[in-house]
């Protein structure tokens, strides 16, 4: 069983940077799947970016393109999601997620194909 806890969220002004981090405990983290989402009230849980275990490859939601950047550090069994010029719109609980695969290049887009899910981070990004 994998558990995950997420940190870094909080209040930030616009065009302003947070990082969130998310630490996995309990499984063998370097053949993990991880993924960020988010969820603002009303409104359906949605993927912000996704990598693989090899951390060469990763993909991102439109509207986080060049604004955030997600990573992963093996040796510390933790993936990050920076984030910067942040708008009120990125408002949402963001929530960590891992995929137990066997295929190392993959990245997972749908929230249905993972796992193991964190509580959320609370990131609040006022205007």
């Known amino acids: 069983q994998v558990q995950l806890v997420e940190s870094g969220g909080g209040l930030v002004q616009a065009g302003g940077s947070l990082r969130l981090s998310c630490a996995a405990s309990?499984?063998?983290?370097?053949?993990?799947?991880m993924g960020w989402f988010r969820q603002a009230p009303g409104k359906e849980r949605e993927l912000v970016a996704a990598?693989?275990?090899?951390?060469?490859?990763?993909c991102y939601t439109d509207s986080v393109k060049g604004r955030f950047t997600i990573s992963r550090d093996n040796a510390k069994n933790t993936v990050y999601l920076q984030m910067n010029s942040l708008k009120p719109e990125d408002t949402a609980v963001y929530y960590c997620?891992?995929?137990?695969?066997?295929?190392?290049?993959?990245?997972?887009?749908?929230?249905?194909?993972?796992?193991?899910w964190g509580q959320g981070t609370q990131v609040t990004v006022s205007s």
């Open positions: 990598i693989s275990w090899s951390d060469g490859n990763a």
């Open positions: 997620a891992a995929k137990t695969t066997t295929r190392f290049w993959e990245i997972y887009r749908d929230s249905y194909e993972y796992d193991y």
């Open positions: 309990g499984g063998t983290f370097s053949r993990l799947a």
